[in-house]
């Protein structure tokens, strides 16, 4: 698992200490994957707060994205994850 974010290195080393991140956290400041996943607001120059699951082969499995005051399910989340594990076992 790992987080991207527009802001600065500086910034999420901050974030992460503060946090006790488990993961990596990338900064996008030139928000390249942040364009190519569809989520820039243009008119802020920000990305809508999104959540990707993309699997160990590179393939986009399960999205969403929405404005800074959307909720995310985490428990939605990690059901999209089971099923993805599960895909994967079976093969």
Not at 31 to 38: Q, V
Request: charged share 30%.
């Amino acid at each position: 698992m790992l987080a991207i974010s527009g802001d600065s290195s500086f910034c999420h080393a901050a974030f992460m200490k503060a946090r006790n991140l488990p993961f990596p956290l990338l900064s996008d400041v030139h928000r390249t994957a942040i364009r190519a996943y569809g989520v820039l607001d243009v008119d802020r120059n920000v990305a809508y707060r999104s959540t990707f699951v993309v699997d160990r082969d590179g393939v986009l499995r399960w999205g969403q994205a929405g404005d800074r005051e959307m909720v995310r399910d985490g428990s939605e989340i990690l059901r999209v994850l089971d099923v993805i594990e599960g895909l994967r076992r079976k093969r």
